[in-house]
Structures are given as C-alpha cells and as structure tokens.
C-alpha cells in the first residue's frame, strides 16, 4: 500500500466523490481511480461502491478506513515534527472560516501572520460552519473560525471574540427611519437567508422562534455580498453581522435596524481537533488570534 493511494482512498470516502476528491488532491479524476483500483489489486477486495450519485465504502473500505487515516496521520505527523526542527522557516496553515468570518475577519489575521512568519503558507477555504468542523474532523483543516457551536466529541471549541446580528434594510426602506421595530412586523416583510446550515440563519430562527415570531424565507443566497446586494436592490430584508454591513452603511446604501427583545448577540468560535498536537504554524496562527481578540 502506498500513501498515495491511501490518501485517494480517503478523500473519496471523506467526500463521496472522485471528482471532488481529485479537485483537493489536484490530480485529475482518471489518476484518482487508477490510484483506488491499483489499491483494490493489491488488497484483492473491493474497497468502493459506485452509486450513480454518491461513493460509498464497501465492508472492506469501512475496515480500511480508520487504518488508514491513521497512517496518514503519522504522516502528517512527521512532517510537523521535521518542521518544528526547521522552525516557523516553513510549513503549511490550512484553516476552515465560515463566511461572515472568512470575508472580514480572517483576511487581516493571515495578514498579520504573513508578516510575522513569510515563510509559512496559509491556505484558507470559506464554508458553513458544518463543513469547517467536517474538515477538522477528518483532519482536512487544522483549524477552523465559526460562527456557531458545534457538538463534536472530536473538537475543542473556545469563544474568541463576540459579535451581533442586525438587521438591514435598503436607504428608501420606511424602516430606514425607524429607530427599532417590532418582532411580529417580520412576519410581514421578505426576509432574504442564509443557506441551510449557516450558523446565522440558525441563530436568526431560534431567537425568533423564542419570541412567537416565524418567518417564511422568500430568497435563499449563500453569499453575503449577495445577500447584502439583494436588500440594497430592494428584495427583501436580512439579518447579518454588523461587522459585514459597515461600509454600506458609511456610504448610506443599507441602515441597521434594532428589533425590539430581539437579542443577537453571539460569540465566534475556534475549533480544533483534540487528538492533534498543533503544528508551529498552527500555534503561531492562534497567537494571532488571541492577540487580535484582546
């Protein structure tokens, strides 16, 4: 068995595809498959299903599995310990945001790590929370900035600085002069969300439901920029972070809008895996964070 295929193995599994799996490994979909039927040949079993939709392991793959990881782990492992002996000179930060975070947060952290370690490389991919704490879990990520908390026996969560919702509406909106407004006047407006399992729209339902109030979403848009575009353009209203409306609220193109008992306070939360002893990149990177969270 060689890493390679071991690490083909499990992409697939981890993301029941070959095409995306190929896309992270960057290698093309023909070198994904040649590198599982070359495993397959040598353990002379069959490791994968091949659903018209999905890939899913046999009994033989479920059993290989965790083996494999594990390998892969020690791998992972070793090339962290050969970095520590050359220092914060190299090594690799992969990090997981969710979007509020990963479009006005994490830009400005990478940046400050960037300055103070030029030699290590970030990379950053931007997902719902439950994606972020996926990729931790399967050790795809090495930390992940949520905007909600996540119940993983897996992961160590820890609040590393507050935030809030509020609520916006376009300049010519009738609210827009309004100092606050009713909870149960939602329930006439169209409200503009998140996609199903953004930590905001959860957020927004629950501390609206605890109020009677519930609201039907008439648009769906997993992009903030997008969200924020739609209420400017007069389709509805939304609830974001009030860090993500700033600049459109300085140029007079959107207005936040109190609702009455209405609290959306929230905290952000890092994540990561318990079983991994941080890399120097990685407690470099929490170094950041910690002093930007003061």
């Known amino acids: 068995m060689e ?7 499990e992409r697939v599994v981890a993301l029941g ?4 799996a190929a896309d992270e490994l960057a290698l093309s979909q023909p ?3 040649a590198q599982i039927q070359g495993l397959e040949r040598e353990l002379r079993v069959r490791l994968l299903e091949r659903l018209p939709r999905h890939v899913l392991p046999t009994a033989a793959g479920e059993a290989l599995l965790p083996y494999a990881r594990s390998i892969l782990n020690l ?10 002996l050359k220092g914060l000179q190299a090594g690799t930060l992969r990090v997981g945001a969710s979007p509020t975070i990963g479009s006005y947060l994490l830009p400005a952290l990478l940046g400050e790590l960037k300055r103070r370690h030029p030699g290590v490389r970030a990379i950053a991919e931007i997902r719902p929370t439950h994606d972020v704490a996926a990729g931790l879990e399967t050790h795809a990520l090495d930390v992940g900035l949520v905007e909600a908390p996540v119940d993983s026996a897996a992961l160590s969560s820890q609040p590393f ?7 916006i509406v376009p300049s010519g909106h009738p609210w827009s002069r309004r100092s606050a407004v009713r909870p149960e006047e939602l329930a006439g407006q169209p409200l503009i969300v998140r996609e199903p399992g953004s930590g905001t729209r959860q957020l927004v339902e629950e501390r ?3 109020l009677g109030v519930e609201v ?16 400017a353009a007069g389709l509805g209203v939304a609830f974001i972070s009030r860090l993500a409306v700033q600049p459109e ?18 905290p952000f939360y890092r994540l990561l895996h318990r079983q991994r002893r941080p890399s120097p990149a990685v407690a470099a990177f929490l170094d950041v964070l910690a002093e930007a969270s003061e």
């Not at 890493?3 to 193995?9: I, M, N, S, T």
């Not at 039907?216 to 209420?231: D, H, M, Q, W």
């Open 3 to 9: 890493l390679r295929q071991l690490r083909a193995f």
């Open 17 to 20: 595809s070959f095409s995306r």
């Open 31 to 33: 070198a994904v498959t």
């Open 75 to 84: 791998e992972e492992d070793a090339r962290r310990a050969l970095e520590e």
């Open 161 to 167: 600085r507050n935030d809030e919702l509020v609520l």
């Open 208 to 210: 609206l439901r605890a």
């Open 216 to 231: 039907t979403p008439s648009l769906e848009l997993g992009a903030i920029e997008a969200i924020k575009n739609a209420v």
């Open 249 to 266: 609220q300085r140029l007079g193109i959107l207005c936040a809008v109190s609702v009455e008992g209405l609290d959306l306070r929230r």
